[in-house]
């Protein structure tokens, strides 16, 4: 029932920063776990950020530890994905997601097959 619109994509230099948003409506955004993944053309969907809906627990890829921070403002109906110190690597379509189902660990939110609802993307592109 929720709808996602994704925003904040764009072209940037390797060592610059980007912070995408993740609208939310018609639904009640503050139920659901968020998580944000990440499409190049010919590669599955990756993961890489997951709130729960309290925005009590994160978890990130490694390989973006350390340089992305995933939050939430449940009053806004908004996810974002902060992301410093981008490199060349991080190009992709960004997406987010929203589940009702409760995020433990990891593994709980890697599989893109456990969210039920998604954005259209952003596109993000890093030159070297």
């Known amino acids: 029932q929720v709808q996602l619109v994704e925003s904040g994509g764009g072209l940037v230099q390797a060592g610059g920063s980007l912070r995408l948003s993740c609208a939310a409506s018609g639904g009640t955004f503050s139920a659901y776990s968020t998580g944000w993944f990440r499409q190049v053309p010919g590669k599955e969907r990756e993961f890489v950020a997951a709130i729960s809906w309290s925005g009590g627990r994160t978890y990130y890829v490694d390989s973006v530890k350390g340089r992305f921070t995933i939050s939430r403002d449940n009053a806004r109906n908004t996810a974002y994905l902060q992301m410093n110190s981008l490199k060349p690597e991080d190009t992709a379509v960004y997406y987010c997601?929203?589940?009702?189902?409760?995020?433990?660990?990891?593994?709980?939110?890697?599989?893109?097959?456990?969210?039920?609802?998604w954005g259209q993307g952003t596109q993000v592109t890093v030159s070297s």
């Open positions: 997601a929203a589940t009702w189902r409760r995020l433990y660990n990891v593994d709980d939110c890697e599989d893109p097959q456990g969210y039920g609802y």
